[in-house]
């Protein structure tokens, strides 16, 4: 079984910057799709960013401009760079490594942002 081990959460203030890793385990068969979800209380899981083996990435649009995403193939990681972060980007995030094959889960890392 894969693990996919986070970090990089935390709490700042308005405008500050946190910058979350992901982790797995072992190498992953490609190709496959890495992606970035958050799920602030009392709301639905939505998908914050994607990038694909081709590097091809996708984002909601409200964090546009301001986050980031990317991927290390060599160390089996995935980054999420989060800029200019406001209150309502708190919440926590969830890191996803899928393909046709299997589907990864982290277990997720709080970022809080104060005003």
């Known amino acids: 079984q894969v693990q996919l081990v986070e970090s990089g959460g935390g709490s700042v203030q308005s405008g500050g910057s946190l910058r979350l890793s992901c982790a797995a385990s072992?190498?992953?068969?490609?190709?496959?799709?890495m992606e970035w979800y958050r799920q602030a209380p009392g709301k639905q899981r939505e998908l914050v960013a994607a990038?694909?083996?081709?590097?091809?990435?996708n984002y909601l649009d409200s964090v546009k401009g301001r986050f980031t995403i990317s991927r290390d193939n060599a160390k089996n990681t995935m980054f999420l760079q989060m800029n200019s972060l406001k209150p309502e980007d708190t919440a926590v995030y969830y890191c996803?490594?899928?393909?046709?094959?299997?589907?990864?889960w982290g277990q997720g890392t709080q970022v809080t942002v104060s005003s």
């Open positions: 996803r490594i899928r393909s046709t094959t299997y589907d990864y």
């Open positions: 072992r190498s992953l068969y490609r190709p496959n799709t």
């Open positions: 990038i694909s083996s081709v590097d091809s990435t």
